[in-house]
């Protein structure tokens, strides 16, 4: 039977190589073309008659890689277990403007009874990003009790888990095992071998996922380098950053950029230094990143991020615009300027944007929804329901809720209260966790006289999303005017906790504690 399968195998490579071409060229042109799974089969049948070609296995090294191979700069998310069992020291009571884990309490960009937050907190940005619907919980119940759905605050699962189901794929790689035997590497001759060690290194590091011996040759290859490498000290920072020892990956990258200037290096600095919440210090280093590298994109999107995460609109739409001036296709500062002028009462211009994405290609439900309000606000109704309706058609599991949600707005706003209920309930058919239906469905069961369902949509939204101050500040009004003042406080310092420049939640506030003081 083993026969069998080697001859169908061997069948399945030859069909891939011309008659009369060079196999190994072959291999060569489908790994230019990226048909990296046809090229593994290539040279593995080279590699049967060869096990010694080192070109040909160093090429089955890279296409192997290049399946899994993730730009290591952006796509960064935090889980739970790096957020609770995280061992570096942060400022539990950071200065106003000087930590992301703290948004509230910069200055510079809509309130949050303007411009929404997301589940931890953070301000919602126009374009979904690695990180930006993430934050560090305070307690492990918190963490755990924050819903499991796309766009909370919890990731599905940690980044550790993640990386370690890419490593699986080494698995699969080859019906009789893994390709290399780390175990069985000397490392210390490979790392002599600079030809071998790179992509060597890659092949441990993105496709087994085996970050210990990853190091270990890295650190044998900067040490036979003579440490005059910067490659290989990006690499050992990499690796360090994976580990957790953020100081350790500072260094290296210092050291890197003092032997050569490059933009993925001040982006990894920068990535390390968001992690260790120093975003100011984040900024510096990209400042520094734009004297050597005037006018790149990559960096001054960097310090928009940063800013937007800080709450500073202004600062944050000051750079999107540096970044469309010298690419006007960037879609992320599109999206990100539309958003800043919906939320600043501008929809007209906040339509403008958004038409241009859509004018680029963009084709979704969330853009369709986004001209959609901003149809309705700038009081052009003719198009509001059409781009509603696409919206709908265009949408998935994951967004039906929130467009459900904003088309209850906009019943609210054509004074359509059935309607309105309706779509509320619509919204919850779709994600039962989505706390904002909850709470208008509370605001509508109140306006209707029903105390008790109102009290209990409250409580659900509380629950779900114990950053928005809205369900905290409506639950202690209707508890106030129910008699139970005891509740009506706690949820009124809940809901100063979350938005302290609240005036009806501080007003409330003091009204109880002068009652209080009565007694």
Known sequence: MMGTMRQ???????????????????ALSLFRRRKFEDCVTVCTLLL????????????????????LYVDEVDVDEEGIAEMLMDDNAI???????????????SSGGPSPGVRPTSQSGRPLSGFVRPGTQGGR??????????????????????????????GTASMLSSPDGPFINLARLNFHKYAARQSLAKPLFE???????????????AALATEEAQFKDWWWKVQLAKCYYRLG?????????????????????????CKVYIRMDQPLTAIEVFSQGLEHFPGEVSLLTGIARIYDGLNDSTNAVKFYKEVLHHDNTHVEAIACIATHHFYTDQPEIALRFFRRLLQMGVYNSELFCNIGLCCFYAQQYDMTLNCFERAIALASDDNTADIWYNIGHVALGIGDIALAYQCFKLALASNNDHAESYHNLGVLEWKKGRVEQARAFFQSAQ????????????????SEKMGDLQGSYIAARKSVESFPEHMDSNSLLKQLKDHFAML
């Open 8 to 26: 169908d195998f061997g069948a399945a490579a030859l069909a891939l190589v011309p008659r009369g071409m060079d196999p190994l060229y072959t």
């Open 203 to 217: 092949y441990i590091f993105h496709h087994e996922n085996d970050v210990r011996n990853a190091l270990e040759l």
């Open 137 to 166: 919980p305070g307690t492990m119940e918190q963490a755990i009790r924050t819903p499991r759905t796309s766009h909370t605050a919890r990731p599905v699962t940690s980044a550790s888990g993640r990386f370690v189901r890419l």
């Open 91 to 105: 400022a539990e009571v950071a200065r106003p403007g000087t930590s992301l884990k703290k948004p509230g309490t």
């Open 48 to 67: 049967e008659k060869n096990p010694y070609d080192q070109a040909v296995w160093t090429l089955k090294m890279r296409a192997l890689t290049e399946q």
């Open 463 to 478: 629950m779900l999303a114990p950053i928005m101050f809205e369900p905290h500040y409506n639950f202690a009004a209707l």
């Open 245 to 269: 020892l953020f100081r350790d990956a500072e260094r290296q990258l210092k050291s890197a950029l003092v032997q050569q200037v490059m933009v993925d290096t001040y982006l990894y600095l």
